[in-house]
Every structure is written in structure tokens, then in C-alpha cells.
Nanobody
Framework: QVNLVESGGGLVQPGGSRRLSCAAS????????MRWYRQAPGKQRELVAT???????DYADSVKGRFTISRDNAKNTVYLQMDSLKPEDTAVYYC????????????????WGQGTQVTVSS
């Protein structure tokens, strides 16, 4: 079984910064792409940032230049550095990862964390 656990959420003032972490644990052979999603109240979940196993990154237009996704493969952890935060960044942030648990023949499954709340408000 694989678990993803996010941390780092909380209350932050507009213009401030916050760093989210998501650690994968359990039976893991290989982690491929890792992503951060967010869901604001009354809205659909949206993709915020992606990082491949090779380190290539992609961002939603709404966060480009403000958010940075990174990963530490030795720790099976993905990070989201959020700078210049705006009230519209308020949401529950979820991490997602594509993981093989045994070997290269294992199915590639998508796992989700439980989410961490980020509130941007003065």
C-alpha cells in the first residue's frame, strides 16, 4: 500500500509565501510524474503544477512565476513553493503521484493525498 501525506498548509497573508510538502511512503518501486492540484470552495479541482521523474515542470497559467514545484527522489517527496500568494489561491491543495509498487511490470497507479488547506487572507 502506498500513502501520500501533505503538510505545510495554513493561514498566510496576501503577498506571503508558503511551502507545501508531500511525502510518499509504503511499497514503492518507482515514482513517475508528481503533481499538485487544488480545489477552492464551489469550484472544480484544477491542476496547479507537474514535475516529471526527470525534473521537467509545467504550471497552470494562474501560478506561473509565483509557484515552484520540485522533488527529492531520495525522499519520495514533492514540494510546492508558493510565493506572492493571492486570496484567489485559497484552496485545499492535493498531491498526486503515478507509482509502480513492485517492479517495471507493475501497473502504473495514481495515488492522492488527503489534502492540506491553504488560506490567503489578511
Amino acid at each position: 500500500q502506498v500513502n501520500l501525506v501533505e503538510s505545510g498548509g495554513g493561514l498566510v497573508q496576501p503577498g506571503g509565501s508558503r511551502r507545501l510538502s508531500c511525502a510518499a511512503s509504503g511499497r514503492i518501486f518507482r515514482i513517475y510524474a508528481m503533481r499538485w492540484y487544488r480545489q477552492a470552495p464551489g469550484k472544480q479541482r484544477e491542476l496547479v503544477a507537474t514535475i516529471t521523474s526527470g525534473g521537467s515542470t509545467d504550471y497552470a497559467d494562474s501560478v506561473k512565476g509565483r509557484f515552484t514545484i520540485s522533488r527529492d527522489n531520495a525522499k519520495n517527496t514533492v514540494y510546492l513553493q508558493m510565493d506572492s500568494l493571492k486570496p484567489e489561491d485559497t484552496a485545499v491543495y492535493y498531491c498526486n503521484a503515478n507509482i509502480q509498487d513492485r517492479d517495471f511490470s507493475s501497473p502504473l497507479l495514481a495515488y492522492w493525498g488527503q489534502g492540506t488547506q491553504v488560506t490567503v487572507s489578511s
